[in-house]
């Protein structure tokens, strides 16, 4: 990674020893030193001893106002106490019982509870199994193999979902990722009707179209609500599984998600994240002749030739079943996400304007409490002041000077605000005070970039 201007990392290197150590030691047993490839961070990444509501202090000693909150988990906060204790109270009476119990039961009917176009509800063990088991259920129900997925849409790391991400979107991001994978993966530029006609129109072998309605991926490039109700038209008349991927968008964007929020209803939702009430956990709920495909039957040819196959060793846990139970809930009136979504508008807003006073190149946007970060777009004839769904989506997913991002990360840390490299989650924990002092961050983050003519 470049140095140019080194006084941010400078800084960042005297402020963060015992950070640095660990990394260094991580990197002697962990692969890459890191556990998720999102956490990567040039020098180093911070090492978090604690958290709580809308903070986290690091190994260092810093307090830091956090965007992350458990990668858009916790729209509650960092230990809710009502989480805290439902968590608590299963400890006591175990984490696993390699059987069924109550508590999941409970948790899928609050989830059918605030998605009620849903029939059924399966538990997995995360969004990427969530996607997964999706498109294994769409294939299922059609006998076709082959999936739509849109240029910049995110669903997991799983081979299925390994392509079309980030320019150039023919090519996995990733090595080792199967041709015959990629091979039945049929990739559209998002928002655009006429080439999702060319490549859908005439072909009678597809299982289904997934997409993030909104989200933090999709975010960057904003939906066209239009599309998406043409999108669940067509795929409606030809019997195509419509997916809406809402492993973010879920019980953020409304009780109901994106879904609830445009009032446009997939054949297929696949949920994570707040589902869980920030412990693992995902789900993918929907209609029930093609959720019913799970279902064991007192017919060997059915359950051995056509029935869809599915496990996995922790799928609803005890733990998160019943942090999914306590934290569902206190989501079905929309107050929580109301909250969130007012914080996000003040930063953005906030941020916009400091933005603006310094004359830096960057822009902040987005949609309910998901607070997207683009640098230069004006260096790269972006108009992102009205960002919309016509915008060059090959630019924004590339995010370009990536070492630009890098560096306000660690400028934004030396001010008390961990915020992720491209986009950030706000949580109802967030305060007005909260969303002030980070402001108050950004605005000298940029001026310490602009001073170190990064920006
Ligand atoms: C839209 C979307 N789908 C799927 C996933 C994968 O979820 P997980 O990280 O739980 O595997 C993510 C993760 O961020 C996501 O944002």
New binding site residues.
Partial sequence: MKQRGASIYEQFCRTHPRSEALFRQAKTVIAGGLTHDIRHLHPFPIYVDRANASRKWDVDGHELIDYWVG??ALILGHGHPIVQQAIARQLDRGTHYGACHELEVRWAEQVLKLIPWADRVRFVG??????LLAIRLARAATGRSKLIKFEG?????HDY?AVAIRPPFERPVSAGVPHGAVADILICPPNDWDAFMNLASDRDDIAGVIL?PA????GTIPADHDFLKRLREFTRTQGVVLIF????SGFRLAPGGAAQRYGIYPDLT?L??ILAGGL?G?AVVGSAPIMDQLVFRDDQTWNREERVWHAGTFNANPLSAAAGVATLPLLADGQVQSVADRAGQALRNGVTEVIKTLGVDAAVYGESSIVNLFLQPHRHGLALDQPDSTLDHHLLMDHPNQEAYHRLRCALILHGVDFPLFHGWISAAHSDEDIEKTIRAFEAALRLMRDDDAL
């Fill in positions: 990668h858009g995360s969004g990427t199994e969530a996607t849409h995110f669903h997991g790391w979902a993030e989200g933090g991926s999709c991927d809402e492993v973010i696949t994570a994240k693992p995902g």
